[in-house]
Nanobody, 124 residues
Framework: QVQLVESGGGLVQAGGSLRLSCATS????????RGWFRQAPGKEREFVAA????????YYTDSVKGRFTISRDNAKNTVYLQMNSLKPEDTAVYYC?????????????????WGQGTQVTVSS
């Protein structure tokens, strides 16, 4: 059974920080590219960030550049999303995902594996 399990969400004031983690169990995902997505109520799932399986390349949506950092520890099969300078518009359920090819990493339908999501709420 392959599982991606997110953690680290919560309630934070605007300007604060959170660090999300996505642990993988049941299979080694070291060679998989990883992404973070988010979905706010009434909105479509939105790409946030992606990281190449090697950790050498990252990609961000414009709205989080300079504030969020994606990283990975392949020895621990874990991907992280460090979120700083949080804004109320960052409020959403955050999902981690995995895919094999480093192409169309911003498209949620390209990903094969998903976590259950973790809620991030930023108060103003």
């Amino acid at each position: 059974q392959v599982q991606l399990v997110e953690s680290g969400g919560g309630l934070v004031q605007a300007g604060g920080s959170l660090r999300l983690s996505c642990a993988t169990s049941g299979r080694t995902f070291r060679s998989y590219n990883r992404g973070w997505f988010r979905q706010a109520p009434g909105k479509e799932r939105e790409f946030v960030a992606a990281i190449h399986w090697s950790g050498g390349t990252t990609y961000y949506t414009d709205s989080v550049k300079g504030r969020f950092t994606i990283s990975r520890d392949n020895a621990k099969n874990t991907v992280y999303l460090q979120m700083n300078s949080l804004k109320p518009e960052d409020t959403a359920v955050y999902y981690c995902a995995a895919k094999e090819a480093w192409s169309n990493v911003g498209s949620w339908y390209e990903y094969n594996y998903w976590g259950q999501g973790t809620q991030v709420t930023v108060s103003s």
